[in-house]
């Protein structure tokens, strides 16, 4: 497995397949089926450099299930595993 490393306060998310079936119990087949947007942090960068040379420590930590806007960060393929690498403002909530 490769491991992938985010600098600053980048974080590495593996996306979550997206919803299969509707609350109603339809089936969507793949062409309706929307762009997923959460996924599971496998790995944080070590967080933004501030002004007073200290590192700003992140909000999320590896393991959360995070949202995301539908477009944001960069779609990246490792070992045909889908993955987005993302800002951590780009991270629009965390599921508890």
Known sequence: MTTINPLEDRVVIEV???EEI???GIVLPNSAQEK???GKVKAIGPGRLLKNGKRADLSVKKGDEVFFG???GTEVSVDD???K???ENEILARRS
């Open 85 to 87: 690498i993302l800002r």
């Open 22 to 24: 509707t609350a109603g």
């Open 70 to 72: 539908r477009y944001a």
């Open 16 to 18: 979550l397949d997206a």
């Open 81 to 83: 595993v889908e993955y």
């Open 36 to 38: 997923p947007q959460r």
